[in-house]
């Protein structure tokens, strides 16, 4: 509603909705990995297969956002449904439930390592990590701010930079 009401000078999303005249820039991949709480049965097992998912509860990203959208893209692709227990909007609330055993999640990659989360693993499941950008993104008529275009040039050269160096 924001974009589409022209409020903000630019957007950092994974998925920018369709229908707007926008103007799109990938300056990140995003992986999107299964969480799992440390002990969990599933963490034991190799490498699994989408179906080894299907009796697992899942904690989801909200309606509507990238991520969610992602993993429902990658579901119907395979045919297949999972059970959402419930949705949360925030990353770190979905950890948190993942780590008090009330399910499995499907989370950028980025949200795990953000918290170097000892109590979580990553399961290394067949068709995962599924592939994601972040983007900078704005209305396609708006000429940017200086601040808004310097800290777009900002992102863009710090994502640039090998992973070693930016941590």
Same mark, same amino acid.
């Given at each position: $509603?924001?974009?589409?009401?022209?409020? &903000? &000078?630019?957007?950092?999303?994974?998925?920018?909705?369709?229908?707007?005249?926008? /103007? @799109?820039?990938?300056?990140? *991949?995003?992986?999107?990995?299964?969480?799992?709480?440390?002990?969990?049965?599933?963490?034991?097992?190799?490498?699994?297969?989408? &179906?080894?998912?299907?009796?697992?509860?899942?904690?989801?990203? $909200?309606?509507? @956002?990238? /991520?969610?959208?992602?993993?429902?893209?990658?579901?119907?692709?395979?045919?297949?449904?999972?059970?959402?227990?419930? $949705?949360?909007?925030?990353?770190?609330?979905?950890? $948190?439930?993942?780590?008090?055993?009330?399910?499995? +999640?499907?989370?950028?990659?980025?949200?795990?390592? +953000?918290?170097?989360?000892?109590?979580?693993?990553? =399961? &290394?499941?067949?068709?995962?990590?599924?592939?994601? @950008?972040?983007?900078?993104?704005?209305?396609?008529?708006?000429? =940017?701010? *200086?601040?808004?275009?310097?800290?777009?040039?900002?992102?863009?050269?710090?994502?640039?930079? *090998?992973?070693?160096? /930016? +941590?």
């Amino acid at each position: $509603e924001r974009m589409r009401a022209n409020q &903000d &000078d630019l957007y950092i999303m994974s998925r920018p909705p369709e229908g707007l005249a926008l /103007t @799109s820039q990938v300056f990140m *991949p995003n992986p999107l990995v299964v969480v799992a709480p440390r002990g969990h049965a599933l963490a034991k097992r190799g490498r699994l297969s989408v &179906d080894d998912l299907l009796t697992e509860r899942f904690i989801a990203r $909200e309606t509507g @956002s990238g /991520t969610r959208l992602a993993v429902d893209d990658f579901f119907r692709r395979h045919h297949r449904t999972r059970e959402i227990r419930f $949705e949360l909007g925030s990353n770190e609330a979905i950890l $948190e439930a993942v780590a008090g055993g009330m399910g499995l +999640a499907i989370l950028s990659e980025h949200a795990l390592r +953000a918290g170097a989360r000892r109590d979580l693993i990553t =399961l &290394d499941v067949e068709g995962f990590p599924l592939q994601s @950008s972040w983007q900078i993104v704005h209305p396609a008529g708006r000429r =940017l701010s *200086p601040l808004a275009a310097a800290f777009r040039d900002h992102l863009v050269a710090q994502a640039a930079k *090998p992973a070693a160096a /930016t +941590a």
